[in-house]
T-cell receptor, first 117, second 113 residues
């Protein structure tokens, strides 16, 4: 099956710094990537959708200047949390879909746990 | 707006017993339906999906789900639970015209020995 990786799996950063999370599709070309946020014991909330080569579409309430998403190639998308604060601490999960998939089908990465101190 | 409801936040089941997780959706038309499983600190793994056709869907790990249009439900079942089935389970839907998944709140399954 299709594999999506994320790096790093865990990151701790100080308040005010920026953190970049990578999401890669390892064995397929991801025309669309999604970024989710999951608070402890809660469900996944979609943050944004990115299509390769175009600007990301952010969900309502998500600050685009704080959560910078780049989808520069068909196998890589990055999420940069700028000027991170403790309230940004969360589990960030990406997913990807490529050609040939039925609607809604996505392959999920293993997630990145961000802790802001 | 579409929504997905998983009424049970926690379920505890004995190993070897049957399991049923409930999922109800609110949407005008029949959406595409998914069940995912998430182990602690991990991403999501697709268990099964329903797009059309036979309303009883077989998935991986011995799971199955039944789509009932009249009840707007897509309940997940497993006849005999194994200790490794302890995890968080999410039901999700996507509108027929889109690709964005809407997740239910999740049900945490605990398996007693």
């Amino acid at each position: 099956g299709a594999v999506v990786s994320q790096h790093p799996s865990r990151v701790i950063c100080k308040s005010g710094t920026s953190v970049k999370i990578e999401c890669r599709s390892l064995d397929f070309q991801a025309t669309t990537m999604f970024w989710y946020r999951q608070f402890p014991k809660q469900s996944l909330m979609l943050m944004a959708t990115s299509n390769e080569g175009s600007k990301a579409t952010y969900e309502q309430g998500v600050e685009k200047d704080k959560f910078l998403i780049n989808h520069a190639s068909l196998t890589l998308s990055t999420l940069t949390v700028t000027s991170a604060h403790p309230e940004d601490s969360s589990f960030y999960i990406c997913s990807a879909r490529g050609k040939g998939l039925l609607q809604g089908e996505q392959y999920f990465g293993p997630g990145t746990r961000l802790t802001v101190t | 707006a579409q929504s997905v409801t998983q009424p049970d936040i926690h379920i505890t089941v004995s190993e070897g017993a049957s399991l049923e997780l409930r999922c109800n959706y609110s949407y005008g038309a029949t959406p595409y339906l998914f069940w995912y499983v998430q182990s602690p600190g991990q991403g999501l793994q697709l268990l099964l999906k329903y797009f059309s056709g036979d309303t009883l869907v077989q998935g991986i790990k011995g799971f199955e789900a039944e789509f009932k249009r009249s009840q707007s439900s897509f309940n997940l079942r497993k006849p005999s639970v194994h200790w490794s089935d302890a995890a968080e389970y999410f039901c999700a839907v996507v509108k027929a015209a889109g690709n964005k998944l809407t997740f239910g709140g999740g049900t945490r399954v605990l398996v007693k020995p």
